[in-house]
């Protein structure tokens, strides 16, 4: 192939957060040596992209047409997808949704179109959920065979590619490159509270997790009062996991603050970030608070020993009974994550800055 070469991103559903801050974050590198073009069909996926990524002094700044606006409506637009894949010849297709089954129509047409087409796991948390999904067998067997023609993948960890590996049943062609982090010059300081803060930044719906500290809480209050959760993030379970905690009687316990793109004022406002999901990659949220020497709780991952590469194994609890002991103790658990700040940080500098993260995707793109 040639040294500079042409590469369409396509993605076809909305993407959130870290998702969409990934998605740039390749397109601007690659930008500087080769032409490339973003395709999104999600109404709502340039107003993500102004929104979060600009405010977090991001931009996607790439070459070529710049981001065509593609609203695919059904699957018989997938003529449409062709027709654009075939104007900008591109050498490479990056398929970057979020979920394999919703990025079908981009691998057909990039197969259609006789073009390198290469599955992106890079923007999403594990496949692990979608992988061991109560879905039917034929259907399953349908996903995994499609899934299959991708020439090649990218992941965010060694443990995504041995997924990948385990449950696709793909044995070469995978790459890993791991999430590039950036973060503002800025300041974090900490008032003494009277509650401990608990922050937890992330949507807000079941597979997030939230839903565990109500468990925690009601365990917790026994014990000590001076404790509350802050909730920095939206979805479609806000209202339903309002419900729950007012039945339980912790409204007190409790603020929701909505997504909030001012780092210094998250930071500065919370004393713990916990993370609560099962299943994850290697959250982002993880590398800044780990950067800005923020204490972290997190819950173990199924399948992914991710945090165990980060974190001393104290700070990591398999269940609700976990957390509660982890809150009911926590100057023990602050005091500990203190004593190894200073590492913590050193280990995300080396790992995901952008130097080290330049030369792993160039070399990558070179293979692909």
Same mark, same amino acid.
């Given at each position: 192939?040639?040294?500079?070469?042409?590469?369409?991103?396509? +993605?076809?559903?909305?993407?959130?957060?870290?998702? &969409?801050?990934?998605?740039?974050?390749?397109?601007?590198?690659?930008?500087?040596?080769?032409?490339?073009?973003?395709?999104?069909?999600?109404?709502?996926?340039?107003?993500?992209?102004?929104?979060?990524?600009?405010?977090?002094?991001?931009?996607?700044?790439?070459?070529?047409?710049?981001?065509?606006? #593609? #609203?695919?409506?059904?699957?018989? &637009?997938?003529?449409?997808?062709?027709?654009?894949?075939?104007?900008?010849?591109?050498?490479?297709?990056?398929?970057?949704?979020?979920?394999?089954?919703? +990025?079908?129509?981009?691998?057909?047409?990039?197969?259609?179109?006789?073009?390198?087409?290469?599955?992106?796991?890079?923007?999403?948390?594990?496949?692990?959920?979608?992988?061991?999904?109560?879905?039917?067998?034929?259907?399953?067997?349908?996903?995994?065979?499609?899934?299959?023609?991708?020439?090649?993948?990218?992941?965010?960890?060694?443990?995504?590619?041995?997924?990948?590996?385990?449950?696709?049943?793909?044995?070469?062609?995978?790459?890993? #490159?791991?999430?590039?982090?950036?973060?503002?010059?800025?300041?974090?300081?900490?008032?003494?509270?009277?509650?401990?803060?608990?922050?937890?930044?992330?949507?807000?719906?079941?597979?997030?997790?939230?839903?565990?500290?109500?468990?925690?809480?009601?365990?917790?209050?026994?014990?000590?009062?001076?404790?509350?959760?802050?909730?920095?993030?939206?979805?479609?379970?806000?209202?339903?996991?309002?419900?729950?905690?007012?039945?339980?009687?912790? &409204?007190?316990?409790?603020?929701?603050?909505?997504?909030?793109?001012?780092?210094?004022?998250?930071?500065?406002?919370?004393?713990?970030?916990?993370?609560?999901?099962?299943?994850?990659?290697?959250?982002?949220? #993880?590398?800044?608070?780990?950067?800005?020497?923020?204490?972290?709780?997190?819950?173990?991952?199924?399948?992914?020993?991710?945090?165990?590469?980060?974190?001393?194994?104290?700070?990591?609890? &398999?269940?609700?009974?976990?957390?509660?002991?982890?809150?009911?103790?926590?100057?023990?658990?602050?005091?500990?994550?203190?004593?190894?700040?200073?590492?913590?940080?050193?280990?995300?500098?080396?790992?995901?800055?952008?130097?080290?993260?330049?030369?792993?995707?160039?070399?990558?793109?070179?293979?692909?």
């Amino acid at each position: 192939m040639k040294d500079r070469k042409t590469i369409a991103f396509y +993605c076809d559903v909305n993407i959130y957060s870290g998702h &969409d801050i990934m998605s740039a974050h390749i397109a601007n590198a690659l930008s500087a040596r080769h032409d490339v073009h973003f395709l999104y069909s999600h109404p709502s996926f340039q107003k993500s992209l102004n929104g979060r990524v600009a405010k977090r002094r991001l931009e996607l700044n790439i070459t070529g047409s710049g981001l065509v606006n #593609l #609203l695919v409506k059904s699957w018989g &637009d997938i003529r449409t997808i062709i027709g654009i894949f075939r104007s900008i010849k591109p050498d490479i297709i990056v398929v970057c949704q979020g979920e394999y089954h919703l +990025c079908l129509r981009g691998l057909i047409a990039g197969r259609l179109s006789g073009v390198r087409t290469v599955m992106s796991y890079i923007p999403i948390g594990m496949p692990y959920s979608i992988l061991r999904s109560s879905w039917h067998h034929i259907k399953n067997l349908i996903y995994r065979f499609l899934v299959r023609r991708f020439h090649s993948f990218l992941t965010i960890s060694v443990e995504q590619k041995r997924l990948l590996r385990e449950y696709i049943g793909v044995e070469r062609r995978v790459y890993v #490159l791991e999430n590039l982090t950036e973060f503002p010059d800025i300041t974090i300081t900490r008032k003494k509270r009277k509650r401990t803060a608990y922050g937890i930044i992330s949507r807000i719906q079941k597979s997030k997790g939230q839903y565990k500290t109500i468990e925690a809480a009601v365990k917790v209050r026994a014990y000590r009062r001076d404790f509350r959760f802050v909730l920095f993030g939206e979805g479609e379970d806000v209202d339903r996991l309002k419900g729950a905690i007012s039945e339980k009687g912790l &409204d007190e316990y409790y603020e929701f603050r909505g997504w909030v793109d001012d780092r210094r004022r998250i930071y500065s406002d919370i004393d713990v970030l916990l993370l609560l999901s099962d299943i994850e990659g290697v959250p982002l949220v #993880l590398l800044e608070s780990l950067f800005f020497e923020t204490p972290v709780l997190v819950h173990r991952l199924q399948g992914n020993p991710v945090y165990e590469r980060y974190l001393d194994m104290d700070l990591i609890f &398999d269940t609700v009974d976990g957390l509660a002991e982890r809150m009911i103790n926590i100057e023990r658990y602050i005091a500990l994550f203190k004593k190894n700040s200073k590492a913590y940080k050193k280990t995300v500098i080396e790992r995901h800055g952008r130097k080290h993260f330049e030369k792993i995707l160039f070399g990558l793109f070179e293979k692909i």
